[in-house]
């Protein structure tokens, strides 16, 4: 979408009469769009309709926050997440913070990379949602093992009243919980009894549970400055406004030359607060962990939280695609160089 087609639909933004007619657009192109041949969706023709469309699908979204999740969400995520940590004193402290954990299960997943590979590391995490019903949830790490279709719209009442295991695991998934895992790695996560499935202890250590807002500025007097933040899959839920200021305040709870993974976020709003804060962005795994999670890349272009392709041809693309910052370290000289001109030519 062209800056010109963006600033159009900003200044129509309260315009009923124009949502109507986009949301009438999209609906026939979703069923086309998904009918062409990848190559062609892939071709740079293909990729501009695609930008066209999801910026349509951005404008005209009802943006809200899910509790969707996956238990090994993203492999190269927390491959890199490994990678990081090799250089690290043998016994020392880390303190990381997840944000918006949902239910749980990538807390947990990021748990068992670090313990699976670092036993001796003094891990502190603080798992942080903004729902109190849902940190409780998580932070008894019991989980149906009930697939999603499983369970009839017509009990999700019924559930909330009563805490159901099987409706607090299912809610929110269009898949599967536990569709990314294989056997092996389900008896290693947990104890399995009947048809539940409970977080083993060694994995439970080390977790403080919070009932927080990511955007508050108090957060990080109740957390301190943390090693590696975690600010995944919740920032595209939010306008891009309210986002990048989100993100500025996500970016002061890193200590200097920590870590920050903020994927799950509009890619230009990622940028421009990267940019601006001087985070440098991490190059390892950049393709591999942007089309590490399969759900979010399927989404694009029709969905507002859909992942587009990378297009290594860019000139920003490192920057772009990146999903992890270091942070108090200064960006690249071609980054900032881009920067300049694209501010430039504003």
Same mark, same amino acid.
């Given at each position: ?63 809200? %926050? ?101 409706? $607090?695991?299912?809610?929110? %998934? ?22 539940? #499935? ?21 957060? =990080?007097?109740?957390?301190?400055? =943390?090693?590696?933040?975690? #600010? ?60 590490? $999670? ?21 000139? $920003?693309? =490192? ?21 300049? #001109? ?5």
């Amino acid at each position: 979408m062209t800056k010109t087609d963006t600033s159009f639909l900003r200044a129509c933004a309260n315009s009923s009469i124009l949502r109507r007619c986009i949301g009438a657009y999209l609906f026939p192109v979703r069923r086309i769009w998904h009918h062409l041949p990848a190559s062609w969706r892939l071709h740079p023709l293909g990729r501009a309709y695609g930008r066209h469309l999801h910026g349509l699908a951005r404008f005209h979204a009802n943006r809200k %926050q899910y509790f969707a999740t996956f238990f090994l969400r993203n492999r190269a995520e927390l491959e890199l997440m490994r990678r990081l940590l090799d250089q690290r004193p043998h016994g020392s402290r880390l303190d990381m913070s997840v944000l918006a954990c949902s239910k749980g299960a990538e807390v947990y997943s990021m748990a068992w990379a670090i313990r699976s590979t670092r036993p001796d590391l003094q891990l502190n995490i603080h798992a942080v949602d903004i729902s109190r019903e849902i940190v409780d949830f998580a932070a008894r790490g019991i989980y149906s093992l009930d697939r999603s279709d499983s369970l009839a719209p017509s009990n999700e009442e019924g559930g909330k009243e009563i805490g159901d295991i099987n409706w $607090d695991t299912s809610r929110d %998934q269009n898949a599967w919980i536990f569709e990314r895992m294989t056997n092996q790695e389900l008896d290693t996560l947990f104890d399995v009894e009947d048809n539940q #499935a409970s977080i083993r202890p060694w994995l439970k250590h080390g977790i403080t549970w919070l009932c927080g807002d990511a955007g508050d500025s108090k957060l =990080q007097d109740a957390i301190g400055p =943390q090693d590696i933040v975690v #600010a995944n899959r919740f920032l595209c839920h939010m306008e891009p406004a309210n986002a990048q200021s989100c993100l500025r305040n996500i970016g002061r709870l890193v200590k200097p030359g920590g870590y920050l993974f903020v994927s799950g976020i509009d890619l230009d709003v990622r940028k421009r607060v990267a940019l601006e804060m001087g985070w440098k962005p991490v190059t390892d795994l950049v393709r591999e962990i942007h089309e590490g $999670d399969a759900s979010v890349r399927r989404g694009w272009p029709l969905e507002y939280w859909g992942l587009e392709p990378i297009d290594d041809r860019r000139p $920003d693309w =490192q920057i772009r695609y990146a999903s992890v910052f270091q942070v108090g370290e200064k960006v690249p000289c071609e980054c900032a160089t881009i920067a300049g #001109a694209e501010h430039a030519g504003r």
